[in-house]
């Protein structure tokens, strides 16, 4: 997100299907403070607006031609220069099976295509700011349908170096707890929790919250049994 607080939130839209990509464009460009900086039709284009424009967000489809939603997610968490934009992914289905991947992929979260204007106008604001897009119904969902049956279990790369207090936070994450809900119940204020996830998600190398909780469940931090 810019260093500029006036600057507006800087938006590209990636998706196949003409009609939805103008009715975003339509919402998106009657608010202020927001701006669209380009449309894409397929993954693979949309790697390359990202890269030529850096958008603050960048609203992705997830099944598209030449490159899926998903494989653009994972180019853009891998490429250095595009460390600041938040992939948002665009669902029809809901929780379906590519959901759990978009979010081990670097996805910030995940919007059904029929959520209401007022929804993705502050679904964009969260995820610019770095938050995890999933709200502790959400994520307690997920855990449901999809985290009670993962992959063989992987450790993230710097787990073993979480203190006792970010793994703490990191389970309580996990199980859909707010910051301040975590900072109630282990006592603590809300900053300092946030300051715990930040430093946890810094040694994980988590891009934003989302991850944090995907890392937790992968690396057996909390299990489904724990919510």
């Known amino acids: 997100m810019s260093g500029d ?41 949309g790697v390359e607006l990202a890269r030529t424009h ?33 992939v948002v992914i665009l669902t029809n289905y809901g929780l379906d099976e590519y959901v759990f991947d978009a979010l081990r992929a670097g996805a910030a979260g995940f919007l059904l295509k029929d959520t209401e ?14 938050d995890a897009l999933l709200s502790p ?13 993962p992959p063989d279990r992987t450790t993230a790369p710097g787990f073993e170096t979480l203190t006792r207090r970010e ?21 603590i204020s809300p900053f300092t929790a946030k300051t715990h996830i930040s430093r946890a998600m810094t040694k994980l190398g988590a891009r934003d919250r989302a991850q944090l909780v995907v890392f937790a469940y992968e690396s057996g931090l909390v299990t489904p049994r724990e919510r």
């Open 54 to 86: 850096i958008p603050d967000i960048a609203l992705i489809d997830v099944q598209m031609p030449v490159m899926t939603g998903i494989e653009a997610t994972r180019a853009i968490a891998a490429d250095p220069l595009l460390g600041g934009v938040h």
């Open 167 to 187: 793994r703490e936070v990191s389970a309580l994450a996990a199980r859909g707890l707010t910051n301040e809900e975590i900072a109630a119940h282990m006592v």
């Open 5 to 45: 607080a006036d600057a507006p939130l800087r938006v590209l839209i990636v998706d196949d299907q003409a009609l939805m990509r103008a009715g975003f464009r339509a919402l998106l460009d009657a608010e202020d403070g927001i701006e669209v900086v380009g449309e894409a039709v397929n993954g693979r284009e």
């Open 117 to 130: 204007p007022a929804e993705l106008l502050w679904a964009i604001r969260v995820a610019a700011r770095g």
């Open 137 to 149: 119904a959400i994520t307690r969902r997920l855990i449901g349908e999809f985290v009670a049956r």
